[in-house]
């Protein structure tokens, strides 16, 4: 089976309690590539906390 990549997975836009609009990556229970799916969407969240952390990392020595 070929690997997926997370923009292979539909996305939705959910507004997150704090009011900000977040896309959220969809996995089907049921998907014949499940672990495929769930290893993108895992992917997705690590790429984005990356770049939130170096973010405010650079934020934070800008502010020092």
Avoid: C, H
Avoid at 20 to 41: C, G, H, P, R
């Amino acid at each position: 089976m070929t690997e997926k990549r997370p923009s292979d997975l539909p996305t939705k836009w959910k507004r997150a309690p704090n009011g900000e609009m977040i896309a959220v990556k969809v996995v089907q229970s049921d998907s014949e590539t499940l672990e495929y799916d769930l290893l993108a969407a895992f992917r997705s969240n690590v790429r984005r906390l990356k770049r939130e952390r170096r973010e405010r990392a650079k934020d934070a020595d800008i502010a020092a």
